[in-house]
T-cell receptor, first 114, second 111 residues
Framework: ETGVTQTPRHLVMGMTNKKSLKCEQH?????MYWYKQSAKKPLELMFV???????ENNSVPSRFSPECPNSSHLFLHLHTLQPEDSALYLC?????????????FGDGTRLSIL | GESVGLHLPTLSVQEGDNSIINCAYS??????FIWYKQESGKGPQFIID?????DKRQGQRVTVLLNKTVKHLSLQIAATQPGDSAVYFC??????????FGKGTRLSVIA
């Protein structure tokens, strides 16, 4: 149990579907992140939220839309995805503002685009 | 651009032997480093971290060494066990920016 829960664990969707990924952290952290993990590539940071405010958007296509309603929940809304978007999507949280702190990850959502 | 990298993509060790996983970083502003372990079907799991004012830190069966002169980080696992088989990532924190991750090294333990 990592303290970061992601649902669903697996998702298969067509390119015209709309779906959402959910992340919840039970660690009392103030920052949350979305990462994309593809085979043989380093983790790619997508979005960062600090105290519910988006502080980083790493040139992510608009077909990915994040939402952070409070410091414990993070969503990633998906629409009109492409086959190359198939990957493992990881959520993480950390306690920022006190120097370097580790990020704690969920087990990810394995996304497959048909 | 600056990046975090790993010397070896795969490492095979005999059960009971010590493992050493290496990582090179290029951002001299990095002041915090982390090692993660990722098992199949799971997310990265925090193992150990080290700040730039230290050159060594020990945990349970793991030791992280930091050589700032050559910008090198290593993870040593003592008495490697089958449960240590996983992909190991290093990550660096270049100041007030998010972590930068390496590609990972796959550790395979031979029983």
């Amino acid at each position: 149990e990592t303290g970061v829960t992601q649902t669903p664990r697996h998702l298969v969707m067509g390119m015209t579907n709309k779906k959402s990924l959910k992340c919840e952290q039970h660690l009392g952290h103030n920052a949350m992140y979305w990462y994309k993990q593809s085979a043989k590539k380093p983790l790619e940071l997508m979005f960062v939220y600090n105290f519910k405010e988006q502080t980083e958007n790493n040139s992510v296509p608009s077909r990915f839309s994040p939402e952070c309603p409070n410091s414990s929940h993070l969503f990633l809304h998906l629409h009109t995805l492409q086959p190359e978007d198939s990957a493992l999507y990881l959520c993480a949280s950390s306690q920022e503002g006190q120097g370097g702190r580790p990020q704690h990850f969920g087990d990810g959502t394995r996304l497959s685009i048909l | 651009g600056e990046s975090v990298g790993l010397h070896l993509p795969t490492l095979s060790v005999q059960e009971g032997d010590n493992s050493i996983i290496n990582c090179a970083y290029s951002n001299s502003a990095s002041d915090y480093f982390i090692w993660y372990k990722q098992e199949s079907g799971k997310g990265p799991q925090f193992i150990i971290d080290i700040r730039s004012n230290m050159d060594k830190r020990q945990g349970q069966r793991v030791t992280v060494l930091l050589n700032k002169t050559v910008k090198h980080l290593s993870l040593q696992i003592a008495a490697t066990q089958p449960g240590d088989s996983a992909v190991y990532f290093c990550a660096e924190n270049p100041g007030n920016t998010p972590l930068v991750f390496g590609k990972g090294t796959r550790l395979s333990v031979i029983a």
